[in-house]
């Protein structure tokens, strides 16, 4: 893929209005492409059926839509799941799932490593490597339901999200503030 391609995972609502508006589009188009992607799953434009054939082509042409990939999964006996995901870096993070009987709880990663150097942590044991984008921050999130096969409309298994994986959350700021406004957006979960 292009790296002048935008992944639209790293964009919240009004940085999708902002791409739109480049593109000599209304503002409305981001509604529906946040959609296509995080209520519906959908990494492929061609599958945005109620945007015209020009605009997907055009979007195929200059925007991407790419998750971080799950490598592994294990399961424990009691529901948790912990995903090993890869970046287009080539790095690893993790991501876990802890099911309770009344909520699903995410743990997502902020950070590649950690600066803190707290005694009692694994990552910071691997020293900090760098910050994750959005994109690798909402795509934990979107890489977790798709791989629980959630469907749009159902009940949501993910009620949750905290930022406990690995890294600081807080030497991430700005990525990590995207990616929860994007959580909490109503046309996208």
Not at 5 to 26: H, I, M, P, T
Not at 91 to 102: A, C, G, K, L, R
Request: hydrophobic letters at 40%; a negative charge.
């Amino acid at each position: 893929m292009p790296e002048d391609k935008v992944n639209l995972l790293n964009l919240d609502r009004a940085g999708l209005e902002a791409f739109f508006a480049e593109l000599g589009e209304k503002p409305f188009r981001a509604t529906q492409v946040l959609k296509w992607i995080y209520q519906y799953g959908v990494d492929d434009f061609a599958g945005m059926t109620n945007l015209s054939k020009a605009l997907r082509e055009r979007l195929a042409e200059v925007a991407e839509i790419r998750a971080p990939e799950i490598v592994s999964e294990h399961r424990s006996d009691d529901g948790t799941i912990k995903w090993a995901l890869r970046l287009d870096s080539g790095n690893h993070i993790e991501t876990v799932f802890i099911p309770e009987d009344d909520r699903g709880t995410l743990c997502v990663s902020s950070q590649v490593g950690c600066a803190l150097e707290c005694s009692f942590c694994a990552p910071a044991r691997q020293g900090f490597n760098r910050n994750l984008t959005t994109a690798e921050i909402i795509g934990q999130l979107w890489a977790a339901n798709r791989a629980m096969q959630v469907r749009p409309r159902e009940e949501r298994v993910i009620t949750n999200v905290v930022l406990m994986g690995m890294g600081e959350p807080l030497l991430n700021f700005d990525n990590v503030v995207r990616a929860m406004s994007l959580m909490m957006e109503d046309n996208a979960y």
